[in-house]
C-alpha cells in the first residue's frame, strides 16, 4: 500500500525532516500515524492490502474512518476492517475514496439507507448538500450526525446536513 509519510518512518515513529514537514503543515494528523502502522502490520498477512493507496483516517466517537483508493471487493474490505479493529481495538471502516459523491456518502452512511442528496441553493448565493437518511436508521447514526456532517462537508468541499426522513 502507498502511504504520505515512509514506511521507515512510520514502523520506528521516528519521523525524517520531510515527514515531521508533512505532520506539521496538517497534510498528516498525528493520530493517523498509528492507523498507518496497524495498517503496515497487517500487510504481511492480508495480501490484498498491498494493491492499494491509503488517503485520510478520520476517528468520530470510537468509530475510525479509513479512505483508501484502488479497487477492492467489499468482503475484502471487510476482512481488512474486522483485522484492523483488532489490532486498533477500535470500530474501524474501510471507504474506497470516489470523485462519485453518492457512492462516496453511501459507504460513509452504511449500514443506514441512503434516499437522496438534494441540493439547496440559499439566498446569499451558497449552495448545501441534503443528505436524506431514512427515518428508522437513525439509530446507526446516533449521536455521530454532526460528526458526520461535519466528515462530510471535509470530503465534498460544500456544506452538508443530514436530514432524516
Not at 466517537?61 to 481495538?89: C, Q
Not at 441540493?119 to 446516533?142: A, H, K, M, Y
Request: aromatic share 6%.
Amino acid at each position: 500500500m502507498k502511504y504520505p509519510l515512509d514506511k521507515i518512518c512510520v514502523r520506528s515513529g521516528i519521523l525524517c525532516p520531510t515527514c515531521q514537514r508533512k505532520v506539521d503543515t496538517g497534510v498528516v494528523d498525528k493520530d493517523e500515524i498509528p492507523i498507518m502502522k496497524a495498517l503496515m502490520e497487517l500487510e504481511d498477512n492480508i495480501k490484498e492490502l498491498r494493491k492499494g493507496e491509503y488517503i485520510k483516517s478520520y476517528n468520530l466517537n470510537g468509530l475510525v474512518i479509513v479512505l483508501v483508493r484502488d479497487h477492492w471487493e467489499k468482503e475484502e474490505l471487510e476482512r481488512i476492517s474486522r483485522e484492523l479493529s483488532g489490532v486498533l481495538k477500535k470500530r474501524t471502516k474501510l471507504v474506497v475514496y470516489s470523485n462519485d459523491k453518492k457512492y462516496l456518502v453511501e459507504q460513509i452512511l452504511y449500514p443506514a439507507t441512503l434516499l437522496g442528496m438534494n441540493t439547496l441553493w440559499l439566498p446569499d448565493g451558497t449552495e448545501q448538500i441534503i443528505v436524506r437518511v431514512s427515518r428508522r436508521d437513525q439509530r446507526f447514526i446516533g449521536g455521530r450526525k454532526s460528526r458526520l456532517e461535519k466528515l462530510l462537508t471535509d470530503l465534498l468541499g460544500q456544506n452538508v446536513r443530514i436530514r432524516f426522513e
